[in-house]
């Protein structure tokens, strides 16, 4: 292993799409040695052989049953110990998680729910926060450090999205989901991005399509990585590739010393 890993994270709204843009071409360029993408919103038979020539020795793939939905997968050069879907949290088998464990190091890669769409979707995206939250406590008291990074689809304070009173009653923004990021925080999860770069204003990983908000930088930042705080001193950096385009979300990543 080297003395350091990046690890990126993008949700990219379509595999498929971001293979046809070649929008991830951009991989060739960099020393990641973990991506993990979400929202891939296809079978692991439908993914582009030619999305970038960089070879990584896994892929590990979790697919929606639903077709055309949801999704992630983690391409890493490293050799996982053990991989899971962890279908205990993903209760509606959505595709929502792949687990790799590397030695003592576990990294989530995560699409989590939206609550948008009505009630039930709300409540089924708290009981996944819940339930992700007491399986990694479960982890760490075995000895684990944790990553948990993808798109949260919650903006944690009001610093983190450019119109917060507006959307205060809209779900992504919703007291109960900001709180149970509050929550984490307060079991011993960090937010990689704030512990490297303070209060940075006007930083999102997310923009509508409408209204030029990408343009505008009218955004959201919902795309994490929380490291468990034993990692913090091994944190090397934490950034948003905002300059890199081809979904309505743009890549977030970490450096770490290992």
């Not at 639903?66 to 050069?77: H, Q, R």
């Not at 939250?133 to 008291?141: Q, V």
């Not at 930083?203 to 929380?226: K, Q």
Request: proline share 2%; charged share 30%; hydrophobic share 35%.
């Amino acid at each position: 292993m080297s003395e350091s890993i990046e690890i990126i994270s993008w949700n990219v709204n379509g595999i498929r799409a971001v293979g046809t843009k070649e929008a991830l071409k951009w991989i060739d360029e960099r020393q990641t040695d973990i991506l993990c993408l979400q929202e891939i919103k296809a079978l692991e038979e439908q993914i582009p052989d030619d999305l970038f020539d960089k070879e990584y020795a896994e892929r590990n793939v979790n697919s929606a049953e639903k077709k055309g939905y949801s999704g992630t997968a983690t391409y890493s050069v490293l050799k996982a110990d053990f991989t899971s879907t962890t279908s205990h949290v993903d209760t509606m088998n959505e595709g929502r998680i792949v687990e790799t464990h590397y030695d003592d190091l576990v990294i989530f890669n995560i699409y989590f729910p939206n609550g948008q769409k009505n009630q039930e979707r709300l409540d089924y995206k708290m009981k996944f926060y819940d339930d992700l939250l007491k399986y990694c406590e479960k982890l760490r008291s075995e000895g684990k450090s944790i990553v948990i990074c993808g798109d949260v689809n919650t903006a944690h304070k009001e610093i983190d999205l450019k119109n917060p009173k507006a959307n205060s009653k809209t779900s992504g923004f919703l007291p109960s989901e900001r709180a149970w990021m509050d929550k984490l925080i307060d079991h011993g999860y960090v937010d990689s991005f704030r512990y490297v770069n303070g209060d940075e204003v006007d930083r999102y990983s997310w923009w509508s399509y409408r209204s030029n908000a990408r343009l505008n930088n009218v955004g959201w930042r919902i795309d994490y990585f929380f490291i468990s705080e034993d990692l913090c001193e091994s944190l090397e950096d934490a950034f948003i590739l905002d300059y890199i385009t081809g979904s309505d979300h743009c890549p977030v990543g970490i450096r770490l010393a290992i």
